[in-house]
């Protein structure tokens, strides 16, 4: 027979299991600091450009920072959008739930102007400063920075069509509603976009919806003219909108309409939801198939100019995912700083290893270059009216930014999960999510070569996109050798363009790697500079790698760790 265990063997067995609960050696969370305050680089350009927005860009990025309104955007993409085509009493009602974490996310995003700055305010650069807004909301949450954005560029569209004036002073309220009201009866208004056809993509010209005129009526003080649309659409995004800017063919013209999910009398509209999208990311937001049979829709422009009427707002949503992919690279940036500056290995800390330090350098180059890129054709579009060399260098920057900026996203989520190691793969924390999302806005509003047969159409059309692109370049010649050099190569590199689209991409990221290092001469600092013009503009043999990390012979660690700390948000 066994003797007993001893009662304090017991008690001390249990004691040491309950020892390894204790926690050691895991990173601080990610929250506690201001993401605008915090970031050198976004400081200095809003007190460059718009220093009378930099209380509206702390309070954004206080949100940032913030450990509850994480927690929001953490359960707004847990729980996904629910499609509901019917009530309970079997009337046909497509309406689309969402989890309170979303409206909670929406009524901050409008509270703090993120979608309405650029047309309210009087002062200077509304726009530059907008954009920043937009950069710090899409490190909050980037399913609700799709309806800031379509918010955003659908003033454009509203602005110009007087039967649509009661749409234009709505869209810029700052209180958020989710209701199926009529449009008069609300605070504010939120906007989508249908333009995607399956036959079609992004090809508009294939549009198979049709419109037939149905009549001319008084709409909230002007004369509208509502036309019936049949059709589907295959990407219809926000679909518990108020109301859509979308395209459908009358007598073989493509045009564009405007369609309110609710008529004037209360009734709602034809509008028919078939599905949600299960899409990979970007879960928060319900994006969806629609069908129209019989839905009316307000005239916006000529019948056959539908293309053109919706390309005027095409620039501000691609400037928008621009600016929004930044952002995105600019949070998992901040991630993976955190994570390497507060988890030790190897005995120190992750980011002071030597090939940690080179990652985390690389990155914060990349991002940094970025952001300036991004700003400069922010602060282009206030001076598109007004002034014929900034639009007509906004005409060519902005889709070349739109496809650089959403592509290397992809690249910064591979690296920054990677610097968190497994614990960035898990759902338990906010990497694994933008991993997910970084992918999203290189495919939305047009692909990466879409992207590029623009800037391709751009310059092939007006000789003054390239004067002007060249002109932005001139005052900062002369301060380096390698951009020099750089830029005069690129000259025959976009007359290859010119002749045959095969070479649209590889121009396309000569203008923004021109654009990149004319921004950082101008505003950043010799470190990040010397960095920048040895790796990405072709300093020597073995200067750079295809992966991050990848800082050669020519860089040091010493310059690595400035770079990293200039890139730090202080805790």
């Known amino acids: 027979m066994n003797a007993p265990i001893p009662a304090q063997s017991v008690l001390k067995t249990s004691a040491d299991r309950y020892s390894t609960h204790v926690v050691n050696n895991q990173a601080a969370m990610p929250t506690g600091f201001n993401a605008f305050d915090d970031d050198t680089v976004l ?195 926000v679909p518990q909108s108020d109301g859509f800017f979308t395209l459908a063919k009358v007598n073989g013209g493509v045009t564009c309409f405007f369609l309110p999910r609710t008529l004037p009398d209360g009734s709602h509209n034809r509008f028919f939801i078939q599905r949600l999208k299960d899409k990979a990311g970007n879960r928060s937001n319900a994006s969806s198939e629609v ?56 005995g120190s800390s992750l980011a002071r290893r030597p090939m940690m330090a080179n990652v985390l350098a690389d990155m914060a180059v990349e991002v940094e270059a970025a952001t300036l890129m991004a700003l400069r054709i922010a602060k282009a579009t206030d001076y598109i009216d007004s002034n014929p060399q900034e639009k007509a260098f906004a005409r060519v920057t902005t889709p070349m930014a739109k496809y650089f900026n959403c592509s290397r996203a992809v690249a910064i989520a591979n690296e920054a999960l990677q610097c968190h190691g497994g614990n960035g793969f898990v759902e338990d924390g906010p990497m694994a999510r933008l991993y997910r999302e970084a992918p999203l806005n290189s495919v939305w509003e047009g692909t990466a070569n879409m992207m590029c047969m623009d800037v391709r159409r751009a310059i092939r059309k007006n000789a003054n996109c390239r004067e002007a692109l060249f002109a932005e370049l001139a005052d900062v010649r002369r301060q380096d050798a390698r951009f020099d050099a750089y830029v005069n190569a690129m000259g025959p590199v976009l007359d290859a363009m010119v002749e045959d689209e095969f ?8 203008i923004a790697r021109s654009l990149q290092g004319a921004e950082l001469l101008r505003h950043s600092t010799p470190e990040v500079i010397d960095v920048f013009m040895k790796t990405r503009l072709g300093g020597g043999v073995n200067s750079w790698g295809a992966m991050f990390g990848t800082l050669g012979p020519g860089v040091t660690q010493a310059q690595a760790d400035i770079i990293v700390e200039r890139a730090r948000v202080k805790r």
Request: net charge neutral; with cysteine.
């Open 43 to 237: 400081k200095a350009a809003i007190e460059r450009e718009a220093p009378w927005a930099a209380f509206r860009c702390a309070a954004i990025g206080q949100l940032a920072g913030d450990d509850a309104v994480q927690e929001l955007a953490r359960q707004a993409n847990r729980n996904a959008p629910e499609l509901k085509t019917h009530d309970r009493f079997g009337n046909r009602i497509d309406w689309v739930e969402l989890h309170p974490a979303w409206h909670a996310l929406m009524s901050l995003a409008w509270k703090h102007e993120v979608p309405t700055l650029s047309w309210t305010s009087t002062e200077k650069h509304p726009h530059y400063a907008r954009a920043v807004l937009s950069y710090l909301w899409n490190q909050v949450e980037q399913g609700t920075g799709c309806p800031t954005g379509m918010a955003y560029a659908s003033y454009a569209g509203f602005s110009h069509e007087p039967a649509l004036k009661i749409w234009a002073e709505k869209c810029l309220g700052t209180v958020y509603e989710n209701s199926r009201r009529e449009v008069g009866d609300k605070p504010s208004v939120v906007i989508g976009y249908a333009m995607t056809e399956k036959q079609g993509g992004s090809d508009l010209r294939e549009t198979q919806t049709t419109a037939v005129f149905s009549h001319t009526a008084d709409y909230h003080g002007a004369n509208a003219h509502w036309y019936a649309l049949t059709g589907h659409k295959w990407f219809c995004s």
């Open 291 to 346: 069908e129209y049979s019989g839905t009316l829709a307000i005239r916006v422009g000529e019948e056959g100019a539908g293309i053109r009427e919706i390309i005027s707002h095409s620039h501000l949503t691609r400037l928008d995912f621009a600016i929004g992919s930044a952002g995105l690279m600019r949070q998992m940036l901040t991630l993976a700083l955190n994570h390497a500056t507060t988890r030790n290995g190897f």
């Open 503 to 510: 070479f649209a991409r590889p121009a396309s990221e000569a």
